[in-house]
């Protein structure tokens, strides 16, 4: 039995208008929405360990002494193996232990410190519109640039 065009035609308009919505639905009501679909404890995004992870750790001196050397071995070895002259590991891990303990996780350059205050002062502005008491700028600044080195 062959079907009409007409059928055909009525039958995509009463799947896209009804029963498409009605499966857009029933996944909203059962699984939670649109936001747990790639979710889950094998996600890239989700953070199991809370927030920051090992990176909010203190770092042991001795361990990163070692891993610094150990990368530099490595990067020498592939120089070598180019036919490139070799490095003084030594020389090199003393000036990157040197700038690493140089720069402490709160000294940000000033343009993010510029920029996060702006924000800052962005939200006291949406609170001041919604009848809220505004932040304090300055320790909102540095409350948000430590949030950020963790």
Known sequence: MAVSVGTKAAAVLVFTGVVAPLIGFGIKRV???WNSY???PF???SEPHG????ASQPLDPAIQAAEV???LEA???RREARGEPALDIEAESARLLAAAAESTPTSHDEELRAEVRQLVVARNERRR???LEP???AAETDRQLAELTL
């Not at 927030?51 to 090992?54: C, N, Q």
């Open 31 to 33: 699984a939670g929405g």
């Open 38 to 40: 790639g979710g889950g």
């Open 43 to 45: 996600a890239i995004l």
């Open 51 to 54: 927030r920051g992870g090992a």
């Open 69 to 71: 050397r150990q990368m």
């Open 75 to 77: 990067r020498s070895r």
């Open 129 to 131: 519109r919604a009848g």
């Open 135 to 137: 932040l304090d700028v």
